[in-house]
């Protein structure tokens, strides 16, 4: 809920702050649901306090690959669905830690490359993934509003 609300709190047109009743059940419904060995939740915790979590995933080579000019459509894929560090444990190595440990489980499960998406305009993100954890912007999503 933090992670939201930074976002929500800078570009509001472009973020909301999502509905929390219940959170606690649905997350533990989660965890007591047989894992999938293709899907990784991470937390942090410092002093028996969660401070980070991280999702993230693999996916095989899609099955007409040959056919595809996208490279990586042909590999194992590791996807970084989403990561967030709670407000005042930012900038400490929680983040880094978490995307680490997800890059290490990644290859063990055959992937040779990780994507992500993150937010172009979040002074936050986009230096920790450029300059902290190396990674190099491939494409670009476009929006527009239709209503």
């Known amino acids: 809920m933090e992670n939201a609300a930074y976002y929500f709190d800078l570009f509001p047109a472009h973020f909301r ?83 680490e440990a997800s890059e290490e489980w990644g290859r063990a499960h055959g992937a040779v490359v990780a994507i992500l998406d993150t937010y172009v305009h979040s002074e936050l993100s986009m230096p920790f993934w450029e300059k902290r954890m190396g990674y190099v912007p491939h494409s670009m999503i476009f929006q527009k509003s239709l209503v």
Do not use: Y
Request: proline content about 4%; hydrophobic content about 45%; aromatic content about 4%.
């Open 17 to 99: 702050l999502p509905d929390d009743e219940g959170f606690a059940e649905r997350l533990e419904d989660e965890l007591a649901r047989e894992q999938d060995e293709r899907r990784l939740w991470l937390v942090a915790e410092i002093d028996g306090q969660v401070v980070g979590q991280l999702f993230a995933h693999v996916e095989p080579p899609i099955e007409n690959a040959e056919r595809q000019m996208v490279r990586h459509l042909a590999e194992t894929r590791l996807f970084i669905d989403a990561v967030g560090t709670a407000s005042a444990h930012q900038r400490r190595g929680v983040a880094t830690a978490l995307v």
